[in-house]
C-alpha cells in the first residue's frame, strides 16, 4: 500500500510509492559531468565577468585580477535589476511591481573542476562566510525583503555554467514558499510553545531511522515526506532562526561536504539544487522559524500530476535512502 | 526592467524577464516525437493492460478486445491503491495515511500517432466525455475527495509511453495548489461579491492582449503572470464552478484542439503537461470558483531558485505568447 505522508514544515503531501521503493541504481541519472572548454568564472577570465563585488584574495591581489580563492560578481544576466523604486502599481485586478532586487553569482573556487564535495574544505567553509556576508550587505538595503541562496549543480537542475558555483537573489517581497514555511511554524509554535524543527529533531534522533548523519552542531535528515528521492535536510541542532556563523560555518562546512560526497556516491554524482530557507529580515530573530539547508537531487520529472496539485510521488521512502547515503563508502 | 506580477488565481509571484523577451525559437525544446516499437495502448493488445473500465465501442465488441475509439484502465504502476481504508494516523509529530484512491489511464485514440491536436475532433469531444464519466463514477466513493485530471505530452513533460492518453488520480484530500487557489477564490468574492475569474475575463477581454482565442462558450487566455513561457488558460465565459458538459463539450473540443494545434505550431510540437481544475465534490456548486483548463509547455528547467521560493522566472511575457499564438497559421 502506497502511503500518504504530509510534511510538516512546509504542509505540502507527498505520496511515498513504497511498492515500487526504487534503489539508487534505478534511476536514469545524468552525471553531472563537466566538459571544459572558455569558461568565464576561471582565473584569468575575470574580466569577462561583471565586476566583483567581494572576493577572497590571501594575497591582496586588485580586484578583477587573478589571485583569488573566491569570488562574488552580478550575474551577467539578472533576473532583477539593482537600481530603481518598486513602483507597486495596479493594473486594473492584477497587482505588479518593478523588477528590483539583486541577483549575485558566487564563484566558490578558481578550479573549474571542483564541486563542493571535492573542493578543500576551508573552500566550502569560505563559500559559508561569502554567503553570510552578502546577506548581511543587502540587508542595508531597505527594499530587500528576503535573500534566497541556491545552487544548481548539473545541467538537468538548471546549471548553465558547469564551473562551480551559488547563486543568491535578493527579493522585494518574501518569496510564498518561505512565507508559508513561516506560518505553519508560528502556527505550531502559537500551539505548542515548542519550535517545530526543534521537536522533529528530537523526535527523529530518537527514532534514527531517517539519520543520515550529525556532528557536535548540525543533524542531517531525510525527511519524513520528501518531494523527491533522496531530498536532504540540514539543520543546526539548536534553535537558529536565520542562517548565521553562530552554529559554527567550520561544522556546517564538515557536514555539507560529508553530505554531498555520500550524495555523489550513492546516486553516481546526480544533478541536484540546494537551497537555504532561512527567516526573512523583519523577524529575523524569533523563537519559531529555524533555518535549514534542503538539498533535492534531480532524478525525478515534475509532470502534470505534480504541476495541478502541489503534490509529489516519491519512489524511494526516505528510510531506504538514509540507510544508502549512511552505508555509503566515503 | 523586469517585471514582478502576481497571479490573482494562485497568489503566485513571477518575474517577467522583459529584456531577455525570448522569441519562441530562442527555446531549445526537444520535439516530441514518436518512435514506435510495441505499444500496450495500441489496438490488438488490450490483453496486456489492465482489464478496461469503460469503453467507446461504436460496434459494441466485447470489452478488452478491438473495436473501441476509446478505453480507460488502470494504470499498471497505480501511485495509489482502489482498496483500502484510509486509515489516518500520527507517527509522533508526523501525520500519514494509507495511499488509497485511483489512477487511471484515458487512452483517447487507438491510433498510436494521433495527439489531441491531431485526432478527429470527435475523438476530444470523447475524451471530455470520459473524463467527465469517470470524475461522475468516482465521485460515488466516499473516500475521494478530489480527482485530478492531466495530461503528459512527450518525454521532458513526464510521459512514459507515447501513445496519446492523459491520466486521473482520485485523492483522499483536497490538494494544496486547489485548495489555495479556492481559498483565494472565496476570499475574493466575500470582497467583491463577484467571481474572480469571471472578473479576469471581463478585463481581459477589454484590454484584449492577452486573449489567444475564443469561441461561444469559451475564452483562451495568456495569464498575466505565467510561470513558464506560453502557459495557457482555456476558462469558460459563464460561471461554472466544476467541470461538466454544460457548456457543451464540442466547443471546448473546438477550442481545445484549436489551441494545442497553435502551440505546436509555434513551439514545435513542444513537451508540455495539461491539468483540469475544478471544484471538489464537496462544493461542487459554488459561486466563487472558476473551473478551467491549464496548459503548461516545458520549455524551462526548474531549478533552485524555484524550488526554494516558490517563484518563477518567466522570460516571455504574455502578452508576446498571446500574440504568437494569435498569428499562427494553423
Not at 22 to 43: E, L, V
Not at 318 to 328: H, Q
Request: with cysteine; proline share 8%; glycine share 6%.
Amino acid at each position: 500500500m502506497p502511503e500518504l505522508r504530509k510534511d510538516p514544515i512546509s504542509g505540502r503531501w507527498v505520496i511515498i510509492s513504497i511498492e515500487r521503493g526504487k534503489r539508487p541504481s534505478d534511476f536514469s541519472m545524468r552525471i553531472s559531468q563537466k566538459t571544459g572548454g572558455f569558461c568565464a568564472f576561471c582565473a584569468g577570465n575575470e574580466h569577462t565577468t561583471p565586476p566583483e563585488i567581494m572576493a577572497f584574495r590571501p594575497d591582496k591581489n586588485k580586484p578583477n585580477s587573478p589571485g583569488w580563492t573566491l569570488r562574488v560578481v552580478s550575474n551577467k544576466f539578472p533576473a532583477l535589476n539593482i537600481e530603481g523604486n518598486l513602483g507597486r502599481v495596479g493594473e486594473g485586478i492584477f497587482d505588479k511591481m518593478n523588477g528590483v532586487g539583486a541577483h549575485e553569482v558566487i564563484i566558490e573556487s578558481p578550479d573549474h573542476n571542483h564541486t563542493l564535495a571535492t573542493m578543500p574544505l576551508k573552500s566550502v567553509e569560505d563559500t559559508l562566510w561569502a554567503f553570510y556576508q552578502r546577506i548581511k550587505d543587502l540587508k542595508q538595503d531597505s527594499r530587500v525583503k528576503y535573500v534566497l541562496v541556491f545552487k544548481n549543480e548539473g545541467d538537468d537542475a538548471g546549471a548553465s555554467l558547469e564551473h562551480t558555483h551559488s547563486q543568491l537573489i535578493a527579493l522585494p517581497i518574501i518569496p510564498n514558499l518561505v512565507q508559508e514555511e513561516i506560518d505553519l511554524a508560528k502556527q505550531y509554535y502559537d500551539y505548542k510553545e515548542r519550535c517545530l524543527l526543534c521537536d522533529i529533531i528530537r523526535q527523529e534522533t530518537a527514532s534514527g531511522t531517517r539519520v543520515v548523519t550529525e556532528n557536535e552542531n548540525f543533524i542531517v535528515l531525510s525527511p519524513f515526506a520528501p518531494r523527491s528521492p533522496f531530498e536532504t535536510l540540514i539543520v543546526p541542532k539548536a534553535h537558529e532562526s536565520s542562517f548565521s556563523p553562530d552554529s559554527s560555518f567550520d561544522l556546517l562546512a564538515q557536514i555539507l561536504q560529508k553530505t554531498l560526497k555520500q550524495i555523489d556516491k550513492v546516486l553516481d554524482l546526480p544533478p541536484y539544487n540546494l537551497m537555504i530557507h532561512t527567516s526573512p529580515f523583519r523577524i529575523e530573530h524569533n523563537d519559531y522559524y529555524h533555518w535549514h539547508i534542503e538539498i533535492l537531487p534531480k532524478l525525478t520529472k515534475i509532470a502534470g500530476f505534480e504541476w495541478g496539485s502541489g503534490f509529489y510521488i516519491n519512489p524511494t521512502p526516505p528510510e531506504s535512502a538514509a540507510k544508502f547515503m549512511r552505508e555509503a563508502e566515503i
